[in-house]
């Protein structure tokens, strides 16, 4: 790896010589800073532009290329004191344009909000990102809001459970409600649905008035279900939140119940809601050769992908249909089944994009066969 000599060329004392190890050896100058004597306060106590961490023997100074001696009392110009992140402090006045090199060399864990110090802005911010935290769990509240950025979330596995319940796998969202904090939980939740109507969609948020009621600012991890609630109110994205909001409570999922006011069974993977049984859109639908509405999908107002599959049948005339968003300008659209003599039905599995009310448009080269359609569930979108 790279070292450091004492050199004499120039106003910087200490060359660093660069070796073919660099490469691999990168993150271990973590700082480096240079100011003369009269930039200290009383050419004393000198600030620095960057945190370290004090006690970690990393810092290192030089005084005119001479390493000066880290106690914790000092007494001389050539001993210094690691008072805190950002101050070091000379037991003597140095001369004015005397060379004060600060050099932070070697990885360590940064201790509560040191970390606002890291180019948090270059970390990716979906869901498959993982940060392996080493310190205690009120360091880790501590500085949770400035590790992650808004709209972070790392989703966990939503498991249907009964006709009233969904287990809640572990998960961590960023939450922008009374205060900027991570919320997260480490182990599976029961969450009870009540008062459940007959086919509608209740959307589960993360119960801010709850968590912020939280004993202190650092209690970021929670264990009950409590800290959930479920609302037929749909969110709305927040540019400025990065995500799905009703007012200070971030959305995290939503189901969807049946006529008998029970939720219907899915399954969950990643971005995908499977439904258990797939949902009779439409059937029998008769087709024009201009696009009109499809029977609008079932899926919360925040869907905009669904899987679906066609079923085209035969009745007198080739003809393919094609689909597209409603509303939409383009006039050409996603052709998806084509019938022709011979060959009474083609059947086709697809994700189509509907409108926020759940709608497509179809229409059909020959207008006088009929359409079927069957949804499969929908896909959760970024933010959520």
């Known amino acids: 790896m790279g070292y450091i000599i004492k050199t004499t060329t120039g106003r910087n004392y200490i060359e660093k010589i660069t070796t073919t190890g660099d490469a691999y050896a990168a993150a271990s100058l973590q700082m480096y800073e240079k100011q003369v004597g009269s930039d200290g306060a009383a050419n004393t106590v000198f600030t620095l532009q960057e945190p370290y961490q004090p006690g970690s023997n990393t810092l290192m100074v030089f005084v005119d290329g001479v390493k000066a001696e880290s106690v914790?009392?000092?007494?001389?110009a050539s001993q210094y004191e690691e008072t805190d992140k950002l101050t070091v402090t000379f037991g003597a006045a140095l001369a004015a344009l005397d060379v004060v090199e600060f050099v932070v060399a070697g990885?360590?864990?940064w201790d509560s909000a040191d970390f606002e110090s890291l180019l948090i802005a270059e970390l990716p911010d979906?869901?498959?990102?993982t940060v392996e935290w080493q310190g205690t769990d009120n360091q880790f509240a501590a500085v949770a809001s400035e590790i992650m950025s808004p709209g972070y979330y790392n989703r966990g596995e939503f498991i249907w459970s009964s006709a009233t319940n969904v287990l809640l796998n572990g998960g961590a969202y960023n939450l922008m409600g009374t205060t900027n904090r991570l919320v997260k939980w480490e182990s599976q939740i029961n969450f009870a649905f009540a008062g459940l109507g007959n086919n509608e969609t209740r959307y589960v948020y993360l119960d801010d008035s709850n968590i912020s009621a939280a004993p202190s600012a650092g209690t970021v991890t929670i264990t009950t279900s409590g800290d959930f609630i479920h609302d037929t109110q749909a969110p709305t994205w927040s540019d400025e939140k990065q995500g799905y909001y009703n007012s200070l409570d971030r959305c995290i999922f939503a189901v969807r119940t049946g006529g008998s006011a029970n939720i219907l069974?899915?399954?969950h993977d990643g971005d995908l809601l499977?439904?258990?049984d797939a949902i009779t859109v439409q059937t029998g639908g008769g087709l024009t050769d201009g696009f009109v509405d499809a029977t609008a999908f079932t899926m919360p107002t925040f869907v905009n992908r669904v899987p679906a599959t066609f079923l085209h049948t035969y009745a007198d005339a080739t003809g393919t249909v094609t689909w597209r968003t409603n509303g939409q300008t383009g006039s050409t659209g996603h052709q998806v089944t084509s019938v022709a003599a011979g060959g009474t039905l083609s059947t086709n599995t697809t994700v189509v994009t509907p409108d926020s009310s759940g709608l497509i448009e179809v229409k059909e080269t020959a207008n006088s066969n009929t359409l079927?359609?069957?949804?499969?569930?929908w896909y959760l979108p970024e933010g959520m």
């Open 72 to 76: 914790t009392s000092a007494s001389s």
């Open 107 to 109: 990885a360590y864990i």
């Open 126 to 129: 979906h869901a498959s990102t």
């Open 265 to 267: 069974e899915f399954f």
């Open 274 to 276: 499977t439904l258990a």
């Open 372 to 377: 079927d359609i069957y949804q499969h569930g």
